[in-house]
């Protein structure tokens, strides 16, 4: 991607973490970058490739899509969990297929009792939840969540809880499993609606390398 005409810098919003990693793993082996570029172990959240004309924003997961719907990015990648999630308006560019894992609904061993009426489900995905328990005609009162999901169930606080799960071992190791998958998430590859026509050049040489590999 390199250009010897000096153009805008095009902006890409990353998720802190596995994510993040995976993605600078990903843009380096389909030419964009130089792996070495963004230093997880430094404190910075932003990072240059002035020759590619490429910024990165190192941003909390949630945050991806908002960044990107409301301008701070013209790219991002964030997993379909969030895009569901925070029904952003943006394009969806592409399937990464990283980042694997799936949406689930789990409950405790022997309890379940998936279509009484009035349950309640713990989740960090309270659009999700509701949308999805809607869906069947089942009332959920929803208890909103930042970590510890598991644990809901457990001390009577939820019937439900609905969360990414990857291997399943943390939801066997606190003796609950899952009901029903509710949908298998993958990162996405997504672009502000205004700023990637613009831009449109430097984002089809992006995309054009995405979708070649």
């Not at 004309?53 to 969030?82: C, I, P, S």
């Not at 689930?104 to 713990?122: D, E, L, V």
Request: aromatic share 8%; net charge neutral.
């Amino acid at each position: 991607m390199n250009t010897t005409c000096k153009r805008e810098f095009v902006t890409i919003a990353l998720p802190k973490g596995r994510l993040a990693e995976e993605a600078v793993d990903f843009f380096s082996r389909i030419g964009l970058i130089e792996r070495d570029l963004l230093d997880f172990e430094s404190r910075k959240l932003i990072f240059e490739d002035n020759k590619n004309a490429l910024r990165f924003l190192l941003v909390k997961n949630t945050d991806v899509a908002t960044y990107v719907e409301r301008g701070g990015a013209d790219l991002g990648v964030a997993g379909l969990d969030m895009l569901l999630e925070s029904a952003a308006e943006v394009y969806e560019f592409s399937d990464l297929a990283f980042g694997a894992c799936r949406m689930s609904i789990a409950a405790p061993n022997g309890k379940h009792t998936f279509y009484k009426q009035n349950i309640k489900a713990a989740t960090k995905y309270p659009n999700i939840t509701k949308n999805t328990f809607a869906s069947k005609g089942i009332y959920v009162e929803i208890i909103k969540l930042f970590g510890s999901i598991e644990i809901a169930p457990l001390t009577d606080l939820a019937d439900y809880i609905v969360d990414l799960v990857d291997t399943g071992e943390t939801l066997r190791k606190n003796g609950l499993s899952e009901v029903e998958v509710i949908f298998n998430s993958t990162a996405r590859l997504i672009g502000n609606k205004a700023l990637t026509a613009i831009k449109h050049s430097q984002v089809k040489q992006i995309l054009s390398a995405v979708g070649e590999c």
